[in-house]
Each structure stands twice: as C-alpha cells, then as structure tokens.
C-alpha cells in the first residue's frame, strides 16, 4: 500500500479511528518534539560543552509512547505488513473469513501483551519502581503505554473483525460451499496448519517453531503478531507456565526505549518530508544538466539522483517512486529505450545500502555492531553499484543508439547548482555530524528532521496537509518496523533459550561444507525469503540465527551487514512481493511481466557487487577502518 497516500484516503471512520487517529498524530508531533530536543543536546553537549541530563531520558519516555499510541491506526490502515501472496487471490468471502481468523490470531498476541504488560505496569505503581539516570521519573510512567496501546488496538482489531464480517454477508462475489476455496475450508486450513505447528511443538520444539510461523505467515497474519505468537507460544512449551509470558513485556520495552532504534523512526520522519519537498527534481534537474552531454548521460542522472536521494530518505522505495516520477517521461521523450528506462527507474534506487538506512540501523541493534561503521561501511559499496548502473547504462546507450544528448551552458549548469546546493549538502551535512563527533547516528536522524524542515521552508513546497500527513505516515510506518522487532525478538528469546544458533553453528561446521557452499546457501536462502517477505522482516527473522555462525566462516559482521542490505535491495526486484516492482507498476501503465523483465539487468549487476563484497570485504571495511 502506497505511503504517501492523501489524508483524503486515510478519514478515520468511527469513533476508535478517530481517537486512534487522533493519537498517531499525537505520536508523530511527539517525534518531532524529539527532534528538537536531541539536536539541541547536540548542539549544547558539542559547542557549549553543557551536555543536558534530561534530554536522553525524556526522548526514552516518549519513544515508547511513540510507538504504542500508533499501533492502532496502522491496524486500521492494515499497514501491518503481512505475507498475504495466497490470502488476495482468494474470492471476497473467503478472503474475509481468513482475515477474521488472522485478526483473531494477531488478537491473541495483542492481548497477551497488553495483560502482562498491565501486571508489569501495577507492579512499578506497587513498588515505586523509578527510571536510571540523573533525570528520574516513575516507571509506571513508561510501563502504562504498553497496556494502554494494546488496549486501543485490540479494541481497533475487533472493529476490523466485525467489518469483515459485515463485508463477508453482504460480499457480491459469492463462494460456493462445495468450492475448495469456501471460507469454511480455508479457514479450517488455516487452524490445521497453525495446530500442526503447535502439535509439533511436543516433539521438536525448534521445528515446532519454523512449521507454526510459516503457517501464520503464509496464511497472512501481521507479520509483527505473527512473530510474536510463535515466541508466545515457545514460552510457554519452554517454561511449561504462563509465568513465562513475563517475558513478553520486557522485550517490548527494551525495544521500544532503546536509543540506537530511535533512530528509525526521526529518519522517517525527515526521509518523509524531504520526499515531499520536491528534492527529487531539483536534484534531476542538476545530474542531467551536469551529464546530458555524455551517450545515456540523462540515465546516468537518473543513477545519481537516485544515489543522492538514498543518501537522503534512507528508503528505497521511497526512492523508486521519485525517480519514477521525475525521470521517466524526461527519458522517454528524449528517445532513450523503454525497457532501459523502466529498469534505470526501479533497480537503481539504493535506500538500503547508501546510508543513512533504516535497515543498517536494524541490523546494528541486533548483531550490537556499531551504526556509525555501518553507514560508513554502504559508502563504498553504494558508489561503486552506481558505477556499475551508469556503465551498464552507457554501454546500453551506445549499443542501442537510443539516447538523445542534451548540451547546457556552463551558466544554467551553475544556476542549477546554486539551486540544489542546500539539498545536495545534506548527505555531508547529517553523515559529517556523526563523524566529526558532533551527533550519535540517533541524533543524526534529529538532525536530518531539523535539516528537512528548513529545505522545506526553503523551497516552499509542503503545505500544511501535506507536514500533518508526514507526521503521520512516520509514526504509523516507523511503529510497524518496530512492532516487526518486538516480535521477532520475543521469538529470538526462544531460538535462543533453545541453543538454535549455536546448535546450527555446530551442524554446519561439522557437515564437511565448504566455506563457499554454505556462503551460497546463506545467499539462496534471501532470495528466496525475499521473494515472499519485505527486507525488515527478513532482517529480524534471520540475523540472530545467522550472525553467531559468521566469525567461523570468516566473514566480517559489518561487511555481511552491507551485503545483507544488497541482497534485500535485490528483493525488492524480484517477484512476487518486489516492493520495487510494484511501485514502479502502480505509477506507470506497462504489464508486470514487461516491468520485470527490464529490472534483470540490475538485479544482475548487484549480484556482482554481491560476489565482489564477499570475496573482497575490504570493499565494505576500509571506509570505517580509516574513520577510527
């Protein structure tokens, strides 16, 4: 579903969509009040040096609420990310009676959560339990979002429980009884195969696991709920009492106070409204009359622009879809070939391994690796995948002759830079103030909030509707990546309880593979993840099993971090989920099968760059090894 849609399409319907309307607002205005805060502290810690003591704990205090108040109204919107390939091609009825049984499994979680987190919030109330630090504050404080959040959103998803319902009675489109795709089978499917998982359970508690989450994930449960009911129910096999369940609202406040993933959701924010600042032309504007006059010196722009741009959103999707908009007619109408355009404007884009990236910041939580030497560690890696787009766009040109070059003056060349100076100076400006000791990657994110809001002053081109839907497209999309990690965490509680990682280290390194066989497995296995789950998803659900086992096959965690980040970007080009593709085909009017086949080359060149990372890391670490 597309981000950026209206506030016309969003109207919150009924009374708990008002009010959790209401409080995704709240959240994001909340964001932004973090952000002025963190780059003051930056700011004062930095060139006063009058560090504050309560800036670190008041942006803690509102991550949390942050994330929970917007829990409900991106259930209304269903931007839960689920696996739902199988569940959208089913007739409406059917359809709808899945989504209940899904909603039903999600309810669970939620509910689990909410409970013990109300336990857990009476017994800081019970015990006066105060925060750490030198700027103090009750516990409960905190603890009382998690109840109050999952409150809201188990009464938001029983609202959706009751619409499908409506929806399923009153649905035109028919299914027979006798069908094989009735409601009553698929929903009886849907049981079997989730209780198989469980029956499983008592047998093989690791493959009790993997069978019940791709059940739940198959049949098209949130993919955060998903995760968070298999950890549910490991829990309680593990410990054999409902005591266990403790656990559920510790992770969730780990998570959801945790200063390295703040990061996420202020890079949001500032990602947002940039897209919405038209950077995305002035900056197309500059590459192309910079390198108009080379043979497909316009698809090289479109390469660059979109490097730019990554190093400005951190989304690659988000990317994709300014990219498509700005640069696809200018190429076509200047002759260039369809099929290299539609491929420049959906493979090129590199929001995941240019940084600043959402992705590295997920994966630098997980592996406890260091963001900064993340970020840095995409530099390299990005520049030279753009090098490779540019030369393959070049040689495409050449050999096809289908380009038209474009000559400016040196006068309208400088003219465009002064125009896009302020917009071009953001990678340094908000990468420099971690490297130069200035800002935390965190306080980065604040910064590039602080940054993205001037731009926008600048070349006046968000309104006020435009800054509000912003606020809220932050909060709901940043609380899915976080909800996402609160799941996956609590079921990486159990794989570790259980010694998964450890016992597959152990089996791989005594099966007799070779160092490049299990390398090539490690690689099949995202692409084939990837062609069913988005990358944050593929990141939380296989880095805490990968990870241990990386020192013994003698790979970096920092460089496998950046090629992680190239094999999602190469996800998101290949079917049936490829987000990419899919932004691409919901703006221009060419088939699927047309637009797949022009992202092949691309997806070729970042296999290469693939390979390349692997047998050479250094490609990867040298940047970080000489900014320590």
């Not at 981000?3 to 969509?17: F, N, R, S, V």
């Not at 106070?257 to 995305?280: D, E, V, Y």
């Not at 965490?489 to 299990?518: C, H, K, R, Y």
Request: aromatic share 10%; proline share 5%.
């Amino acid at each position: 579903m597309d981000t950026m849609e209206h506030m016309d399409e969003q109207k919150p319907g009924g009374l708990i969509g008002r009010i959790s309307f209401i409080f995704s607002l709240t959240a994001g205005l909340l964001m932004l009040s973090v952000a002025l805060f963190m780059s003051f502290e930056a700011f004062s810690r930095h060139f006063l040096d009058q560090p504050t003591s309560w800036v670190l704990a008041v942006s803690t205090l509102i991550f949390i609420w942050f994330t929970f108040l917007s829990v409900p109204y991106g259930i209304k919107l269903d931007k839960h990310v689920a696996c739902d390939i199988f569940v959208t091609r089913l007739p409406d009825p059917s359809r709808q009676a899945v989504g209940i049984a899904t909603d039903t499994a999600s309810l669970i979680f939620i509910a689990a959560l909410g409970i013990f987190g109300f336990i857990h919030f009476m017994e800081a109330v019970e015990y006066r339990s105060m925060s750490d630090g030198l700027f103090r504050y009750p516990m409960w404080l905190v603890l009382l979002s998690i109840p109050f959040g999952m409150a809201l959103s188990a009464i938001q998803t029983l609202g959706k429980i009751r619409t499908r319902l409506f929806r399923m009675k009153n649905s035109p489109e028919k299914s027979s009884k006798h069908s094989v795709f009735s409601p009553g089978i698929m929903v009886s499917c849907f049981f079997l195969s989730a209780g198989a998982g469980i029956c499983v359970y008592f047998f093989s508690q690791p493959l009790g696991i993997l069978i019940f989450a791709l059940a739940l994930l198959f049949w098209g449960v949130p993919i955060a709920f998903a995760l968070g009911l298999v950890g549910l129910t490991g829990l309680l096999f593990f410990h054999q009492s409902i005591g266990g369940l403790n656990t559920l609202p510790i992770v969730a406040e780990n998570t959801a106070t945790n200063f390295i993933l703040l990061a996420i959701p202020l890079f949001t924010l500032g990602g947002l409204i940039l897209s919405r600042s038209g950077l995305g032309e002035q900056i197309y504007e500059l590459s192309s009359k910079w390198l108009g006059w080379m043979p497909g010196g316009l698809g090289v722009g479109t390469c660059i622009t979109g490097g730019i741009l990554a190093a400005m959103i951190g989304s690659s999707t988000a990317v994709t879809a300014i990219i498509t908009l700005v640069a696809m007619k200018p190429l076509l109408d200047r002759g260039y070939d369809k099929k290299l355009v539609i491929g420049t404007v959906t493979g090129s884009s590199l929001g995941l391994i240019i940084p600043p990236s959402i992705g590295f910041i997920v994966y630098g939580f997980l592996t406890d690796t260091s963001v900064g030497d993340l970020f840095m560690a995409g530099v390299v890696p990005g520049i030279m995948l753009v090098v490779l787009f540019s030369a393959y766009i070049v040689i495409s040109c050449r050999a096809s002759g289908k380009y038209e070059v474009v000559s400016f003056s040196w006068k309208e060349r400088l003219v465009s830079l002064k125009k896009s100076l302020i917009i071009i100076l953001g990678p340094v400006f908000v990468l420099g103030s971690i490297y130069t000791g200035v800002a935390t990657p965190t306080e980065a994110g604040a910064i590039l909030v602080i940054y993205s809001l001037f731009c926008a002053l600048i070349y006046r081109t968000i309104n006020w509707k435009g800054f509000v839907q912003c606020l809220i497209d932050s909060s709901v999309l940043s609380t899915m990546v976080i909800m996402i990690m609160v799941g996956a965490l609590v079921m990486s509680n159990v794989i570790t309880l259980l010694q998964v990682p450890a016992d597959l280290t152990e089996f791989i390194l005594s099966s007799g593979l070779p160092v490049w066989g299990v390398i090539l497995l490690i690689v099949m296995l995202y692409l084939c993840l990837g062609m069913f789950l988005d990358g944050g998803s593929i990141t939380v659900l296989t880095v805490p099993v990968i990870a241990p086992m990386l020192p013994a096959l003698g790979i970096d965690t920092i460089a496998f971090g950046v090629i992680l980040m190239m094999l999602i970007e190469t996800a998101l080009l290949t079917p049936p989920v490829g987000l990419n593709i899919f932004t691409v085909k919901g703006i221009v009017d060419e088939p699927l099968l047309f637009i797949i086949k022009s992202v092949v080359p691309f997806v070729g060149i970042l296999m290469i760059g693939i390979v390349l990372v692997f047998a050479f890391q250094d490609i990867a670490l040298w940047l970080p090894s000489q900014m320590r």
